[in-house]
């Protein structure tokens, strides 16, 4: 596909995002490695790209989750794009605070369809019931202290009616409401949720974005399984950090935090 076949696309496709900056600047592609990546290298290799654009693959073949995971997704079923946001206004510190915003983007743009099983599972994947839906991968570029760019890549399972046999643990929403889904549209309704939700942290209404966050989030009081250390234990989730910790209270009555590597969900 040449730039001039590109550029037509992304003219006939804006049209439907009304926001004022997320989705503006669209670029479908057939089939990419990782649309991080790919973003990753138009921003090391091009002339500054405007802020909310968005790319978008039929096709990713080599996606990435949390901790290296492999993302699976059947090519032109689903949603695999990636965003640019240049939250040069957030500390480094408080960077989880983009996690928040965009987890909270993709939920509400969801939520509508299916209703309350539909959480957010902390740090930043999105499950329905005890399956993942979908989950996001944020890659902050730094300059000095500073957040120079984000590169946000989302993968969310709509339209795909079967998973390989190792991926028992995903669901997508034609799974849950057997129906599909036009994919642009609700790309659309995302990348304007989440635009909401990064204005508001722009303009300082921290305490409103992590109290939203922390509201939707899967397992909030409920005594539950975990392990860490190698010790299984009880316990329930009670907050998230400023920082993106997770604190639970557990069998010994005490509130104890978590990063990432050092706790899993039992929740099979």
């Known amino acids: 596909m040449n730039v001039f076949e590109l550029s037509?696309?992304?003219?006939?496709?804006?049209?439907?995002?009304?926001?004022?900056?997320?989705?503006?600047?669209l670029l479908t592609l057939k089939e990419v490695d990782s649309t991080n990546n790919f973003l990753k290298n138009l921003l090391s290799n091009s002339k500054p790209l405007p802020e909310g654009t968005v790319i978008m693959a039929e096709e990713q073949f080599a996606g990435r989750g949390q901790q290296s995971n492999q993302w699976h997704s059947e090519p032109g079923k689903?949603?695999?794009?990636?965003?640019?946001l240049n939250p040069t206004f957030l500390a480094v510190t408080d960077q989880f605070d983009l996690n928040r915003v965009v987890s909270l983007g993709v939920f509400d743009a969801l939520q509508p369809l299916l209703g309350n099983q539909l959480k957010i599972k902390w740090p930043n994947d999105i499950y329905y019931a005890d399956k993942k839906l979908g989950g996001i991968l944020i890659e902050n570029l730094l300059q000095g202290a500073q957040i120079k760019n984000s590169v946000i890549g989302i993968g969310l399972n709509i339209n795909q009616e079967n998973f390989p046999d190792g991926m028992c643990?995903?669901?997508?929403?034609?799974?849950?409401?057997?129906?599909?889904?036009?994919?642009?549209?609700?790309?659309?309704?995302?990348?304007?949720?989440i635009e909401a939700y990064y204005l508001n942290l722009?303009?300082?209404?921290?305490?409103?974005?992590?109290?939203?966050?922390?509201?939707?989030?899967?397992?909030?009081?409920?005594?539950?399984?975990?392990?860490?250390?190698?010790?299984?234990?009880?316990?329930?989730?009670?907050?998230?950090?400023?920082?993106?910790?997770?604190?639970?209270?557990?069998d010994n009555k005490k509130e104890v935090t978590y990063n990432l590597k050092e706790i899993e969900f039992l929740n099979k």
């Open 202 to 250: 722009k303009a300082g209404k921290i305490d409103f974005i992590r109290n939203s966050y922390l509201k939707r989030l899967y397992w909030l009081n409920e005594q539950r399984s975990f392990k860490a250390d190698g010790i299984i234990f009880t316990g329930a989730i009670k907050n998230v950090t400023g920082n993106g910790l997770l604190a639970i209270h557990g």
């Open 78 to 84: 689903n949603l695999t794009f990636s965003l640019l």
């Open 8 to 25: 037509i696309i992304i003219t006939l496709q804006n049209n439907i995002f009304s926001g004022l900056f997320v989705g503006q600047n």
């Open 169 to 193: 643990n995903a669901v997508s929403v034609w799974q849950i409401l057997q129906k599909d889904y036009d994919l642009l549209a609700l790309l659309a309704d995302i990348c304007g949720h």
